[in-house]
């Protein structure tokens, strides 16, 4: 795929597009990342972890405009780019950091943060990690209907269809007692449910991305061909 392609997947929230960076960008980027930090001892969990958070914000980048495609390849070194200030803030959290891996990480910040910036707000990233804890808190169903219509842009009547409801009117009081149930928990959390429609959005996203990266390290380590199927599938569906 190339980048525009990759660039309009994103956006459209497209699963082959992402399942292509995984499969794809991710050898590349772990080889980089254990290039760029070879005294850190980062386990091959620890990049797992590192790629993910990458995706995610990587994700929110490009939801928001703030990524151009100028050329091939541009993508995966932003991607690069987002993973080393990500591994520089995953390693600095670590107790007892010795002076070479501090040296390290001085390096890489110096290097990257003119290239690329990756502002992590700490209010924002609280609020993001206790909105994705209410969001777990929800029944399946209701994340069944949230995934449906945030991530995949499904319409009422196929959601109907999917989830076995009868009607177009019940996806839609379901959806509708879902999301306070959601900003219920949430309030919980965060003393607050006035949240926009796009914060919603943005949290079901985030959950959809984690859901399909968890689902490629299952394929990348059994070796199964299902995730495979999937793509043919989808491709199928998309000709038709």
């Not at 997947?9 to 992402?18: F, T, V």
């Not at 620890?46 to 541009?74: C, H, M, N, P, W």
């Not at 069944?144 to 999917?162: M, S, V």
């Amino acid at each position: 795929m190339t980048d525009t392609q990759l660039l309009i997947g994103i956006m459209q929230n497209d699963n082959r597009s992402w399942r292509y960076i995984c499969r794809n960008l991710k050898p590349g980027f772990s080889k980089i990342l254990g290039d760029a930090f070879p005294l850190t001892k980062l386990t091959n969990e620890d990049i797992e972890d590192i790629f993910q958070d990458s995706l995610l914000k990587l994700l929110e980048k490009v939801k928001k405009g703030g990524v151009t495609v100028s050329r091939e390849g541009a993508i995966f070194s932003y991607l690069v780019q987002i993973g080393k200030l990500t591994a520089c803030n995953f390693i600095r959290k670590r107790k007892n950091l010795t002076s070479e891996e501090g040296v390290m990480i001085s390096r890489n910040l110096h290097k990257e943060v003119d290239d690329i910036e990756v502002p992590v707000e700490v209010k924002q990233q609280t609020q993001d990690e206790f909105l994705d804890r209410a969001y777990d808190s929800l029944p399946e169903t209701c994340k069944k209907i949230f995934k449906k219509y945030y991530w995949e842009h499904k319409p009422f009547d196929e959601i109907a269809d999917t989830i076995g409801y009868g009607t177009i009117d019940s996806v839609k009081t379901k959806k509708s007692k879902c999301m306070k149930q959601f900003k219920d928990f949430a309030k919980k959390l965060l003393d607050n449910d006035e949240f926009a429609e796009e914060v919603v959005r943005a949290t079901v996203e985030r959950a959809a991305l984690r859901e399909l990266i968890s689902d490629e390290r299952v394929y990348a380590e059994t070796g199964v061909t299902t995730a495979a199927l999937d793509i043919e599938n989808e491709s199928d569906d998309s000709e038709k």
